[in-house]
């Protein structure tokens, strides 16, 4: 086996400064890809194209868009709400695939990432306007999988929940009692996933032994849905 | 079995005449109900409300949100398509939920049923912008149908595909060899589902044999997906 | 809409007497349909043709298999269980098929209708054998019905879980704690899912307005799964 | 990244002279792994314990049993058929987990991963007493991984269709202009997978990198089923 299967790959991964993008850098790097970590808004029309612009050749775009979900109720979200979340996570993705994609079909090889969440499999509380953003990630990475997989290039996505990451669960939640319920209950692993798990899973997705995969979506959120 | 299961129940029906709106209007009628149908645009923000007040006590609301696929691929799309789609399709959802959820939550009872599309459960080409809006739909129903069941409140979605309309299958479409083998190859029923099935089947979830059922999705496709 | 919209059905159930045979039974004559209800073990090569003969002239067959969870660990599983189980619920699904099937192909129309577990959709501990059986009932009825729906026949299933019935939940079991957690930790719907519940949306897919789902699975469970 | 991340770990491998076996065998040892390849017919009663018994130590177990798919009808399909698809694929399953799983849970660490099939997840025609089987499989490999998990113990199953192999796609047959057709309409991949990348996840989910996974089912599938 290549001790280093993303030898030689450059691999942009968007917000790589918060949520899973340390872990998936170290991880990513320690299997000897070429990291162009971004720390810049999406929200913003132009910046998409501007960063891959930047970044020069692109094997793997990493679409890691998220933002904390606010956790308000149908009833108490508010239209700002609603807009900054779908403005994050969701109207970034067409942009970077305009940008990125041209030289990937010229190449006849690219790969584009969703980090998504599972709460777009398995409905929550609270977490609507998130879980509808969520939703459109994956349906997304399904039908752009399909449409560009001839080019042969792989769209697919991780629909994580429940994995270690500080924003969600630093360490005071996890001592709460509520949560090590809803532990028990809800997750059939018994413990969060760790970062550098759900990391290494993604890796294993942007190397060359993941060319079989387009249009799929992977759960990684420990049984909380099994497929 | 109650000849009009749907007897005394006010129904909001929105965009009313196209689409799905005729065939859902005169089944739902059929069966009883007083339905509301409302043709105004609703990607303004103050329509949904306004849209609400007007129909006074609502029993079901049928978030029938729809435009055309733009049919184009991931490169062709732009800013302008993918905002319409969304501001259409997806954004008048946490409107209409505000506007209709008080005085549900006040009589303990009500339903939204949401009319998506299966594209958001399976990859199709050419489709990324409408699939995206059609899988925040689920994802969004399958969220507030989990938070809103505690008030005795259902609401889920339908996900249809390759349903009998003017709009996506007029006769000239059908009458292509190219849409025959389409039909041969992905469609297990061999035929279209009818708009008289699809609303028949919408009729049910809006009926009080369907309080069961919360936050859940139901394929509407002819097998196009399983489940 | 048909007051009656089973009138002159002739439906075979299997296992009437058990489980869900006596909800069935009674929504189903409230609709018109004639039940041939029948109440042998299935278990012997011989008996579901012997069954159908019997029965003339069948409209649908609800394949009702249902025996107790023997709520076993997988370790403490025997042989005797493991084949009890099959031979209840999944050996007899091909031979009532072969008994019913060619009469409907004759007349070209027909349904099988399998009422089967959600929990061959979700893991759950002390169910493995129970799971498996339900999964090769559920995976049957998607490819026979896939099979089968050229010569207008349709074949479908239902998924159920945690529907009250005598047989898993009587009243000692819904009275204890560990039951009302398990319902406000699993089950977004709140309470158990109503027998006639159940048996209503089984009724709808026997009736004609249902003729456009083929191969399909649709899970009864409160939300348990969201599809 | 370890070169070998399976070095020090005893694979065993059923039916490791057909089908997925020869390509499994020989990445699992490029990986680092010690593969104990086990030939011998698994239908009869004792034969999963003696496997085990003569194995020592077993780190994986790989329950790889398939047969091919008879292709008959469901009218066509024998008692004969039925039995022996699942007296060689479904009930070693139990035997399997009887004989291996009392050494990984005294060890707190182990895995059993099934080599399933997605033709339970999506109906075909002329298979349905192999999808019965395939259905039983995963919803067995689904109801063990939640039951085991809290021993640190992972089940999980793969479900392939679709992957290059000379049992079921010869060259002869991937000649044939149906094939092609066929490959074109459903397989959005746009080629079979290949044996070796199908191998690779395995390996993938037999490393430690996949502590993460429980009672999960994944399509290796060229996007047929989307997830």
Chains 1, 2, 3, 4 share one sequence.
């Not at 998936?24 to 998409?48: C, E, F, P």
């Not at 940008?99 to 190449?107: G, S």
């Not at 509520?178 to 059939?188: L, S």
Request: with cysteine; glycine share 8%; net charge neutral.
């Amino acid at each position: 086996m290549n001790p280093a299967p993303l030898s030689g790959k450059r691999i942009v991964l968007t917000q790589s400064d918060v949520f899973m993008g340390p872990a998936l850098s170290t991880v990513l790097q320690a299997q000897g890809a070429t990291v162009i970590g971004d720390t810049r808004a999406l929200d913003a029309t132009g910046a998409a194209a501007e960063l891959v612009r930047e970044a020069g050749t692109v094997d793997v775009l990493i679409a890691h868009l998220a933002v904390p979900n606010p956790g308000t109720t149908v009833l108490d979200g508010s239209e700002d709400e609603w807009r900054t979340v779908f403005a994050h996570m969701v109207d970034p993705l067409p942009r970077l695939a305009r940008a990125v994609l041209p030289q990937m079909i010229e190449r006849r090889s690219g790969k584009i990432l969703v980090m998504g969440s599972a709460s777009a499999l398995r409905g929550m509380k609270r977490a609507s306007s998130y879980s509808a953003a969520r939703g459109a990630q994956l349906a997304w990475a399904q039908a752009v999988g399909v449409e560009v997989a001839p080019h042969r290039i792989q769209v697919n996505a991780i629909a994580q929940n429940l994995v270690e990451n500080p924003t969600y669960f630093p360490p005071e939640i996890q001592a709460l009692p509520k949560f090590k319920e809803r532990i028990k209950w809800e997750m059939p692993l018994g413990r969060l996933v760790s970062a550098e798990e759900d990391a290494h899973f993604a890796a294993y997705l942007c190397s060359e032994a993941a060319d079989c995969f387009v249009g799929q979506v992977f759960p990684v959120c420990g049984g909380w849905v099994p497929r």
